[in-house]
């Protein structure tokens, strides 16, 4: 088993109270999500104890993703951990931190995992899923 941390930074130029508006509701990943295309069912609101239920479609392939929101704050953080990841993942843990920038917001994503591959992959693959989520994020804007 290996493990390993990772950390991305996105600065979004909007206010964090519109930023948490978004990210608050759990339905909005599947806007931020490029590829693979992602269906969201579960509970829509950000609040501890919300399951949040994921089929991500690779085309060839759906896998399934089960988590779970164990800590909130209202417009700083919340964390969310799997009950069922897919494979390489064995353990899954997510905080995604907000903070304010003046008229802009910094969301910090912070994973911590454990995996059956070795953690540079993962962390090669993570650093991917971010950026790519990044660009989808500008193309939201405004949020």
């Known amino acids: 088993m290996?493990?390993?941390?990772?950390?991305?930074?996105?600065?979004i130029d909007k206010p964090l109270?519109?930023?948490?508006?978004?990210?608050?509701?759990?339905?909005?990943?599947a806007e931020i999500t490029g590829?693979?295309?992602?269906?969201?069912?579960?509970?829509q609101e950000v609040s501890k104890g919300a399951r949040v239920n994921l089929e991500?479609?690779?085309?060839?392939?759906?896998?399934?993703w089960k988590a779970r929101i164990i800590d909130e704050k209202e417009g700083a953080f919340f964390t969310d951990v799997?009950?069922?990841?897919?494979?390489p993942f064995r353990i899954w843990t997510h905080t995604h931190r907000f903070v304010s920038e003046g008229s802009k917001t910094k969301m910090v994503d912070e994973v911590e995992?454990?995996?059956w591959i070795p953690a540079p992959i993962i962390?090669?693959?993570l650093y991917g899923m971010f950026?790519?989520?990044?660009?989808?994020?500008?193309?939201?804007?405004?949020?």
């Open 131 to 143: 950026f790519d989520r990044k660009k989808q994020i500008k193309k939201h804007e405004p949020l």
């Open 113 to 115: 995992f454990s995996s």
């Open 17 to 29: 109270n519109e930023v948490w508006a978004f990210f608050s509701k759990n339905t909005n990943l």
């Open 35 to 43: 590829f693979p295309k992602v269906k969201v069912t579960g509970d």
């Open 2 to 11: 290996f493990k390993g941390k990772f950390c991305f930074e996105t600065t």
């Open 82 to 87: 799997a009950e069922k990841a897919p494979f």
């Open 56 to 64: 991500l479609n690779f085309v060839v392939l759906t896998l399934t």
């Open 123 to 125: 962390k090669l693959m």
